[in-house]
């Protein structure tokens, strides 16, 4: 598995927005698609967004379209998930992913950041 | 997308056989090949065990197998060993263009 280091994520208020990075550890993230998944306590992964390796593709889960933005940084090799307009319902880890095929498999994946959305 | 269908939970003595399913649609699992299942132990990110409905990553075990049949795919861990013992969960890409997940399966070695 490739190293995947995620960090941005914090206490925000509801309507609030965060920033969320994934920066690559020996590997070129650029070389590969990428996913934001995310996973409530106690709950099971749900897929956020993907972007493709070159960033010409970008597509988001119903639960995000209109408030999270996915974008990537190829001179720094850094992947981002913006996050706007914060509900409570938005409390998760987020962890990004490589997509290591067809859009049919996340093979590497980070540690997570976790995102508290509460008033 | 609803999450796919996965029985909550598992369990079988070391050394036995235990399957998992994952039932979705014809939306995504019965429309492509491209069903992969991951093993979460607590407090860790998930790892990728199969992907492409049978392909399993260099690394992981051969008692672990999987198949897809219409709209359901399944997961079999053959010899079970204490180290099996995490949540696994289906995913699948889907006619919408998105991933979807199981609702996982709780795996209890006794």
């Known amino acids: 598995q490739l190293q995947l280091v995620e960090s941005g994520g914090g206490v925000v208020q509801p309507g609030g927005s965060l920033r969320l990075s994934c920066a690559a550890a020996?590997?070129?993230?650029?070389?590969?698609?990428m996913h934001w998944v995310r996973q409530a306590p106690g709950k099971g992964p749900e897929w956020v967004a993907v972007i493709w390796h070159d960033g010409s593709k970008k597509y988001y889960s119903d639960s995000v379209r209109g408030r999270f933005t996915i974008s990537r940084d190829v001179s720094m090799d850094t992947l981002y998930l913006q996050l706007n307009s914060l509900r409570v319902e938005d409390t998760a880890v987020y962890y990004c992913?490589?997509?290591?095929?067809?859009?049919?498999?996340?093979?590497?994946w980070g540690q997570g950041t976790l995102v508290t959305v509460a008033s | 997308q609803s999450a796919l269908t996965q029985p909550p939970s598992v369990s079988g003595s070391p050394g036995q056989s235990v399957t998992i399913s994952c039932t979705g649609s014809?939306?995504?699992?019965?429309?492509?090949?491209?069903v992969s299942w991951y093993q979460q132990a607590p407090g860790t990110a998930p790892k990728l065990i199969i992907h492409d409905v049978t392909i399993r990553p260099s690394g992981v075990p051969d008692r672990f197998s999987a198949s897809k049949s219409g709209n359901t795919a399944s997961l079999t861990i053959s010899g079970l060993q204490a180290e099996d013992e995490a949540d696994y969960y289906c995913s699948s890409y889907t006619r919408s263009i998105s991933c979807v997940f199981g609702s996982g399966t709780k795996v209890t070695v006794l």
């Open positions: 992913a490589t997509e290591d095929g067809d859009f049919s498999h996340m093979g590497s």
């Open positions: 020996g590997f070129i993230v650029r070389g590969y698609g």
């Open positions: 014809s939306n995504d699992i019965g429309g492509y090949n491209r």
